[in-house]
T-cell receptor, first 120, second 112 residues
Framework: GAVVSQHPSWVICKSGTSVKIECRSLDFQATTMFWYRQFPKQSLMLMATSNEGSKATYEQGVEKDKFLINHASLTLSTLTVTSAHPEDSSFYIC????????????????FGQGTRLTVV | QKEVEQNSGPLSVPEGAIASLNCTYSDRGSQSFFWYRQYSGKSPELIMSIYSNGDKEDGRFTAQLNKASQYVSLLIRDSQPSDSATYLCAVRADFGNEKLTFGTGTRLTIIP
C-alpha cells in the first residue's frame, strides 16, 4: 500500500488565490521530503527540498515566496502555491525517503499520488 | 549542469517481445540509478534500482549499469500491454545527497 499520501489529488482554483498541498509519510518519519512539478509530456523537475524543522532549499528559478514550504513535523510537509496563476497549472508530486534502515536499501524514495492543480 | 538523457520515443514493441530502454548521464560521480514507471496522470512507481556495474534482474525486468560508459538500461522481457507507460530514468549523485535527477522519460507502447 501507499506509504506517502498526498492530498488533494486534484484542485481547481481561481487565479489569485492560494492552494495548499499536503504530503504525509504514513509509516515512517521523513526528515527530508521533495517537491516536484511536472508539466504535460515533460519529466519531473525538482522544485525544493523540504527539511523538517528548518527552511526549505529551493532549486534555481523557483520562487520561494510563491511556493511556500512548511515541514513542521517528521511526517508532514506542505506546499502552498500563493497567488496562483494559470501558468502554475501543473502536476505537483512529493516524495519522501525512508532512511530509518527498516526497509531494504532498494526501496528508496516513495512518491505521493500527485496533485493536479488547475488555475482558472 | 548534471543531465540525464533518454530517448523520448515513442517506442513500440510487440507483445511478448523484449523492450529495451536506455539512459545516459553526465555526472561521473553518480552512485545510484533508478527506473520508474509512470502511467498517464499518475505519479512515478519505482521499478528497479541499481548501484553496481553489471546486471540486476527482478522478474521480467533487468537493469544494466555501465559506469565507465555512463549508461544504464532497462530490459523488459515478455512485454505485456500493461507495461505501456512512460519510463523515467533517475540518478542520484552520491549516498549523502538524496536529490534525484530525472530524465525526460521514454514512452513505451506494447502492441497486442
Amino acid at each position: 500500500g501507499a506509504v506517502v499520501s498526498q492530498h488533494p489529488s486534484w484542485v481547481i482554483c481561481k487565479s489569485g488565490t492560494s492552494v495548499k498541498i499536503e504530503c504525509r509519510s504514513l509509516d515512517f518519519q521523513a526528515t527530508t521530503m521533495f517537491w516536484y512539478r511536472q508539466f504535460p509530456k515533460q519529466s519531473l523537475m525538482l522544485m525544493a527540498t523540504s527539511n523538517e524543522g528548518s527552511k526549505a532549499t529551493y532549486e534555481q528559478g523557483v520562487e520561494k515566496d510563491k511556493f511556500l514550504i512548511n515541514h513542521a513535523s517528521l511526517t508532514l510537509s506542505t506546499l502552498t502555491v500563493t497567488s496562483a496563476h494559470p501558468e502554475d497549472s501543473s502536476f505537483y508530486i512529493c516524495s519522501a525517503r525512508d532512511a530509518s534502515g527498516r526497509r531494504p536499501r532498494n526501496t528508496e524514495a516513495f512518491f505521493g499520488q500527485g496533485t493536479r492543480l488547475t488555475v482558472v | 549542469q548534471k543531465e540525464v538523457e533518454q530517448n523520448s520515443g515513442p517506442l513500440s514493441v510487440p507483445e511478448g517481445a523484449i523492450a529495451s530502454l536506455n539512459c545516459t548521464y553526465s555526472d561521473r560521480g553518480s552512485q545510484s540509478f533508478f527506473w520508474y514507471r509512470q502511467y498517464s496522470g499518475k505519479s512515478p512507481e519505482l521499478i528497479m534500482s541499481i548501484y553496481s556495474n553489471g546486471d540486476k534482474e527482478d522478474g521480467r525486468f533487468t537493469a544494466q549499469l555501465n559506469k565507465a560508459s555512463q549508461y544504464v538500461s532497462l530490459l523488459i522481457r515478455d512485454s505485456q500491454p500493461s507495461d505501456s507507460a512512460t519510463y523515467l530514468c533517475a540518478v542520484r549523485a552520491d549516498f549523502g545527497n538524496e536529490k534525484l535527477t530525472f530524465g525526460t522519460g521514454t514512452r513505451l507502447t506494447i502492441i497486442p
